[in-house]
């Protein structure tokens, strides 16, 4: 049992796959033409509600990722709306040409849904711990990158990409995650949210790990008197640069915050936006160029300084290089 | 389809040259592209352009069109010269191929040049896109069909095979697919690279009902079509042996001619020889 449960027993847990299950439903009651592939892992990126629901909708393909891609991309062409749906290390992971050629290049409507990304994978392991989806997808033109917080936001993000006329990438976790947003908490794809006001430095952070961003200001609030700014940055692409440089240059110090390689990642975005608009210092908060392994997903955020405890001493390193 | 008389196969031959010698010319003006490629499916693009295809060029986007999909892209010299012979575009834009703002890519990209469907290149894609596409009729029971023409040497790719497994478990019989055997890649002979025979033995193992058929003969091309649409039940895949560098004696069958383009002397002894192709087609003093 993670231990902020004992802090907060009424919070409530669910992954953000589940809430993508959820959303994948709806938007498939209200458009037709949404089509959901499978490369034989239905029942893990939650596609069985859609399946047992539309069955003549739901396109089973098998263990063929590569081919997926550029089927939805074909499914595209005859005016369907695909999701195609596997873990983040097949997709977009085996099958990123296919995606770069098929889906960005050809500007094809297809939804990429990643899931298992992150550590949080737990003892499957390296092979399957997705650490640097976020690179390969915002680095393709025209790409929607998004990165929900928890399954209340996993499913507006589905339903949003949905609308989206174009490439959109939604990358979501296994493991259940606190839920701490509402279904009236403001989602808007570009626009990234503040959740927590504050002039002393601001954590960026995407993913479920904005609860643990939301932790350490709230502990360095108790116990160093530190107001600081937490943002719930889901669209790493396109990246709200208005609030970002903001937030850079009204609180002076940054701290980035996400389970996913620091090469390429939600960090890389935020700091080619402040490097070229308005340099602060930064600190970077994710897997710092290493492969995962198996564990627990608890013991695994603890061994790679992915909680709270570690985004706190960010915040205090990188509020000491302030000027 | 209506039927193919002697006087329009006349015609059809006819057209296939006009490609061919606009084919040389982009190459040349080019001084980059695939020859050998281009002028092995002239006549596959011309059976299509002028015969086969339900489509309306100066309209490309028409719904009702009929989809070919080009997975081999790096032949779209052919595609091109045959789309402007069609009256898609004006002829003057093929001497625009491989440079800057031209809407004629080194590799084809649809929002660049209606009527291309696709974007392709990398190879082994363009069967699955024909696959999603033709699966997206069949949920919507539309009427037109889905061709798609692939190359040998992209049977290599393993995502081709992926794309077959679909369509056979869907049944796309609106789809045939085209492979164009013409035994050469880049490196050299397909048997040497990495053998691919028995071909037609392993689309057949793969619930496929093969065809096979002389691809730089219209006529015998066009059997193979019409064939192909009366299978109900199975995708179809036509096994088209065709001639690499067809119509350019020095060319034809040498796979060194896969990837360039010929220059001065070859250049004109090219067109030379396009003129005079089998003596029928135009004289050489003409």
Redesign the interface.
């Given at each position: 049992m993670p231990f902020y449960l004992k802090e907060k027993p009424r919070l409530k847990f669910a992954a953000t796959r589940d809430g993508f299950g959820e959303g994948l439903l709806e938007a498939g009651k209200k458009n037709k033409k949404i089509?959901a592939l499978s490369a034989d892992l239905t029942e893990s990126t939650r596609c069985l509600p859609f399946k047992n629901k539309f069955p003549?909708?739901f396109?089973q393909?098998?263990v063929?990722e590569?081919?997926m891609?550029?089927?939805?991309?074909?499914?595209?062409?005859?005016?369907?709306i695909?999701f195609i749906t596997s873990y983040a290390v097949f997709s977009p992971g085996r099958n990123w040409?296919?995606i770069r050629?098929?889906i960005a290049?050809?500007?094809s409507n297809v939804k990429i849904i990643g899931s298992h990304a992150g550590l949080n994978v737990g003892a499957d392991g390296a092979s399957h711990q997705g650490l640097e989806d976020i690179a390969l997808t915002r680095v393709l033109p025209g790409m929607t990158v998004l990165v929900p917080c928890d399954a209340i936001e996993a499913k507006k993000a589905t339903l949003a990409a949905a609308k989206i006329v174009g490439p959109v990438y939604l990358r979501l976790s296994r493991e259940a995650s606190p839920i701490f947003t509402k279904p009236n908490t403001s989602f808007k794809v570009g626009i990234a949210e503040i959740f927590r006001p504050g002039k002393d430095a601001t954590i960026i952070a995407a993913g479920p790990i904005v609860y643990e961003a939301l932790k350490a200001a709230e502990n360095l609030s108790k116990k160093n008197k530190l107001n600081i700014r937490v943002i719930n940055c889901h669209t790493i692409k396109p990246l709200d640069t208005k609030t970002i440089i903001a937030a850079a240059k009204q609180t002076g110090a940054v701290v980035t915050a996400e389970e996913h390689m620091v090469a390429g990642g939600l960090g890389s975005a935020v700091a080619e936006l402040l490097a070229e608009n308005y340099p602060v210092p930064m600190e970077f908060i994710g897997v710092k160029d290493t492969f995962g392994e198996s564990g627990q997903p608890q013991e695994l955020m603890e061994k790679y300084g992915l909680t709270a405890k570690y985004i706190e001493r960010a915040v205090l390193r990188v509020i000491k290089r302030k000027k | 389809m209506h039927p193919l008389h002697d006087d329009k196969l006349k015609k059809l031959e006819e057209r296939a040259a006009v490609i061919r010698e606009d084919i040389i010319k982009m190459l040349i003006t080019a001084s980059s592209g695939h020859s050998a490629g281009s002028l092995g499916l002239t006549d596959i693009f011309t059976a299509f352009y002028f015969h086969i295809l339900n489509h309306k060029p100066k309209n490309p986007n028409w719904s009702g069109r009929d989809r070919l999909i080009l997975s081999n892209g790096h032949v779209c010299p052919a595609r091109y010269a045959a789309m402007a012979e069609a009256g898609y575009f004006s002829k003057t834009k093929l001497a625009t191929l491989r440079k800057l703002d031209s809407p004629l890519q080194g590799h084809p990209e649809p929002h660049r040049l209606a009527g291309l469907e696709t974007t392709s290149g990398p190879l082994g894609e363009g069967t699955s896109q024909a696959a999603g596409l033709a699966y997206a009729a069949k949920i919507d029971k539309a009427p037109w069909r889905v061709y798609c023409i692939l190359s040998d040497g992209e049977l290599q790719e393993g995502q081709t095979w992926e794309a077959l497994l679909f369509a056979a478990k869907y049944k796309l019989n609106n789809c045939t697919f085209i492979v164009d055997r013409n035994n050469i890649q880049i490196e050299g002979r397909t048997e040497d690279v990495m053998p691919l025979e028995p071909l037609a033995k392993k689309f057949r193992a793969f619930n496929f009902h093969v065809e096979e058929c002389a691809g730089n003969d219209i006529r015998d091309f066009v059997n193979a079509i019409e064939r192909a649409q009366e299978i109900t039940e199975q995708p179809t895949i036509i096994i088209a042996y065709t001639i690499p560098g067809r119509g350019v004696d020095f060319m034809e069958n040498k796979f060194e001619w896969h990837g360039k383009t010929p220059v001065g002397l070859e250049a004109k002894l090219a067109l030379n020889e396009l003129r005079t192709l089998k003596g029928k087609i135009k004289s050489e003093h003409e």
């Open positions: 089509v003549e909708r396109v393909l098998g063929s590569q081919s891609a550029s089927i939805a991309a074909g499914l595209s062409l005859g005016g369907k695909p040409e296919q050629t098929c290049l050809q500007k | -």
